[in-house]
């Protein structure tokens, strides 16, 4: 493995060492790198977001003069390395979750274990019209990702990844690619953002979503029920769509959702 430049170094010149209660394993291969950016198929002008560049392993090998680049560091060390290190990008010492809106083309993150899933659901929410995202994650949080219905892993994550774009892994990246090295395995995949997507708001449809799935154990009628409170329009509006009443949130499609949201929608604006 081709490692990045002396890590430890730039560390000890920085007087810190990784801290665990921000998941801090740099990455340190340039293979891994080089793929991670060539997936990123970035083009003159796009505006990049890096959620938690580090010590800006990948933002170094980013085309910094040829794009708009904002990152989002919560590290008050690291972000002021960075503001030195690459001072035509802007930098925000903020935990990403916390970020406003923007427009932006392509998302680029190592995301931290701990907080993977209040991640993705951020960049659903707030940045849902990207042209592609990269991103990392550990191994084990990857079939949640691609579930489908019937799955143990299905749920809301894979429901809205689906409705913005086409996930493909990229590749498997091995402890020894980081430093300080992880105890587990980690997998980049791509998210190819749909030209416009089955959805004109996905703040929406994200909130309605979480309610269905809200008590997984319940059947369809008495989560939604629960949501629009009204026993007699939940189970028209769920055999409109062909979802049995009794159906559990995890044996619903994912176009059987949408079609339920529409319906939804359409009976608040009546």
Not at 83 to 102: I, Q, V
Not at 181 to 206: A, C, N, R, W
């Amino acid at each position: 493995m081709k490692r990045a430049p002396a890590i430890e170094q730039i560390l000890n010149e920085l007087n810190i060492s990784p801290l665990k209660r921000y998941g801090q394993n740099f990455l340190v291969d340039q293979v891994v790198i080089a793929k991670i950016v060539q997936a990123a198929n970035i083009e003159i002008n796009d505006r990049i977001l890096e959620i938690g560049p580090g010590l800006g392993a990948i933002t170094n090998a980013l085309p910094l003069a040829d794009i708009q680049y904002t990152s989002f560091e919560i590290d008050q060390t690291l972000h002021r390395y960075l503001e030195k290190a690459f001072p035509s990008g802007t930098h925000h010492r903020l935990n990403f979750l916390k970020a406003s809106a923007e427009p932006i083309d392509i998302i680029l993150g190592n995301l931290p274990y701990y907080m993977t899933t209040e991640m993705i659901e951020k960049i659903y929410k707030d940045f849902p019209n990207f042209k592609r995202a990269v991103l990392m994650v550990q191994k084990e949080v990857m079939p949640r990702l691609i579930a489908k219905p019937g799955d143990e892993a299905y749920g809301p994550l894979a429901i809205f990844l689906s409705t913005i774009g086409k996930i493909e892994s990229i590749l498997e990246v091995n402890p020894q690619s980081f430093y300080p090295e992880p105890h587990v395995q980690s997998v980049v995949f791509s998210i190819e953002g749909f030209d416009g997507g089955p959805l004109t708001t996905t703040k929406t449809f994200f909130y309605f979503i979480k309610k269905l799935f809200l008590h997984r154990r319940k059947t369809m009628l008495n989560n939604f029920e629960g949501l629009i409170q009204d026993r007699t329009l939940a189970t028209r509006l769920l055999n409109q769509v062909s979802i049995p009443i009794n159906a559990r949130p995890e044996t619903v499609t994912v176009q059987q959702f949408l079609d339920l949201f529409a319906l939804e929608q359409s009976e608040n604006k009546l």
